[in-house]
């Protein structure tokens, strides 16, 4: 098969939950591309070069061809639609419903959970580092994920929406948050972020986390 060209840029540390999920939806669909990487260190995401591809300065960017995305969730429906089902695996669910909430799930953990997200970063998945305990905010919010994914997740399954989606793996970094630091947590998030955590599309992106240390 010819495949595009395909080009995900990541941040250097590979830190990013947003790359990530970019990264394991290519993996997925098993489409060839080349990683490249942004010092955001160093902003690089400021550099006139990377700043002519990237219409956000943020990381991730994809480029397909003449085709140049950001924002993880748009990049991920675009790869579902130009890649689709049988011919490539699905990152979101056969049913029109559940796919709905799927990308439900995707927009609320990319803009809510902010006191989570700051008093553990990325650096507790992807570098074992440790922070002080949780404000009230951040209870507040680990409250507000457990309630919600206690109400998402059916007892027995390790799915959300009994297969796999992309979703999946966003809500298992989340969570993860938590676990990792080893913050309490219901005995079924943390077997579910625990299943979530060994596919092997994520197992690809941490080692590659794993290399930058």
Same mark, same amino acid.
């Given at each position: 098969?010819?495949?595009?060209?395909?080009?995900?840029?990541?941040?250097?540390c590979f830190f990013s939950?947003?790359?990530?999920?970019? &990264?394991?939806?290519?993996?997925?669909?098993?489409?060839?591309?080349?990683?490249?990487?942004?010092d955001l260190s160093q902003?690089?995401?400021?550099?006139?070069?990377?700043? =002519?591809?990237?219409?956000?300065?943020?990381?991730?960017?994809?480029?397909?061809?003449?085709?140049?995305?950001?924002?993880?969730?748009?990049i991920a429906e675009y790869?579902?639609?130009?890649?689709?089902?049988?011919?490539?695996?699905?990152? &979101?669910?056969?049913?029109?419903?559940?796919?709905?909430?799927?990308?439900?799930?995707?927009?609320?953990?990319?803009?809510?959970?902010?006191?989570?997200?700051?008093?553990?970063?990325?650096?507790?998945?992807?570098?074992?580092?440790?922070?002080?305990?949780?404000?009230?905010?951040?209870?507040?919010? =680990?409250?507000?994920?457990?309630?919600?994914?206690?109400?998402?997740?059916?007892?027995?399954?390790?799915?959300?929406?009994?297969?796999?989606?992309? =979703?999946?793996?966003?809500?298992?970094?989340?969570?993860?948050?938590?676990?990792?630091?080893?913050?309490?947590?219901?005995?079924?998030?943390?077997? &579910?972020?625990?299943?979530?955590?060994?596919?092997?599309?994520?197992?690809?992106?941490?080692?590659?986390?794993?290399?930058?240390?």
């Amino acid at each position: 098969m010819n495949y595009p060209t395909i080009t995900l840029w990541s941040d250097s540390c590979f830190f990013s939950p947003y790359a990530m999920s970019v &990264y394991v939806a290519l993996t997925e669909k098993g489409i060839p591309f080349t990683l490249k990487r942004v010092d955001l260190s160093q902003n690089a995401q400021w550099d006139d070069e990377y700043r =002519a591809l990237s219409l956000t300065c943020r990381v991730p960017t994809l480029q397909i061809d003449d085709v140049l995305l950001t924002e993880s969730s748009a990049i991920a429906e675009y790869l579902e639609e130009r890649f689709p089902a049988p011919e490539f695996e699905r990152l &979101y669910p056969r049913d029109r419903e559940k796919r709905a909430h799927a990308r439900e799930v995707q927009a609320w953990l990319r803009s809510d959970l902010m006191a989570l997200r700051s008093e553990r970063p990325t650096e507790v998945l992807f570098a074992g580092e440790r922070f002080a305990p949780l404000t009230p905010a951040g209870e507040q919010a =680990a409250n507000k994920l457990i309630a919600a994914v206690q109400r998402l997740l059916p007892d027995g399954q390790q799915n959300l929406f009994g297969e796999w989606s992309i =979703a999946d793996t966003d809500l298992a970094v989340m969570i993860n948050r938590l676990a990792l630091h080893g913050d309490a947590l219901p005995v079924k998030l943390q077997h &579910y972020a625990e299943f979530q955590w060994q596919r092997a599309s994520v197992q690809l992106w941490l080692a590659e986390s794993g290399k930058t240390r």
